[in-house]
């Protein structure tokens, strides 16, 4: 089973809207943490915001935000009043314990292209 | 700033020859990953590491080995390139909530 599903292989927005992308997850992990990369075509993997599963705020950074459902296993990245810098490919992803010593894995989805559009 | 360092952006091998891709960070970061991106795959985990000699297998790890004999520095293996090693290459580090990837190497075999 897939850990990580992003459902929206493509999107195409008008500039200045808001986008939401998809993101679901598969865990059985009370502690876990979730990740927003975006990747330009430059290729660089740029952070862009995160949320713990213990954190009881929906995670913001300026026009980013993370709508966090834990009983629904849903963490969707939601970008405010879109721009066309904002055209990219999107990943979640996820950091889960693999051990009980504290050993973590990082395991990422299938992305999202999202196009915004003048 | 964070340094994540990938020895090459770009690289062209022969099918066949041993290939080896570098990675240093500067973070101290105890866990550090090889992922292999492919479009329409998104990035798959091919080995990880959490510790200096320790190394766990991601979920393809065929065709690939891992080295990690200091801490700021976590090495890929093709053994034996071939056609289907063809790909986007990103190495990452990790510790709790922060998680950074180096620039990329671009492995064509021919």
Known sequence: ???ITQTQPGMFVQEKEAVTLDCTYDT????????????????????????GSYDEQNATE???????QKARKSANLVISASQLG?????????????SNFGNEKLTFGTGTRLTIIP | DVKVTQS????????GEKVFLECVQDMDHENMFWYRQDPGLGLRLIYFSYDVKMKEKGDIPEGYSVSREKKERFSLILESASTNQTSMYLCATQLLTEAFFGQGTRLTVV
């Open chain 1, 1 to 3: 089973a897939q850990k």
């Open chain 1, 28 to 51: 059985s992990d009370q502690s876990y943490g979730l990740f927003w990369y975006k990747q330009p075509s430059s290729g660089e993997m740029i952070f862009l915001i995160y949320q």
């Open chain 1, 86 to 98: 904002d055209s990219a490919m999107y990943f979640c992803a996820m950091r889960e314990l693999v």
């Open chain 1, 62 to 68: 300026g026009r980013y935000s993370l709508n966090f």
């Open chain 2, 8 to 15: 090459s952006r770009y690289l062209v091998k022969r099918t």
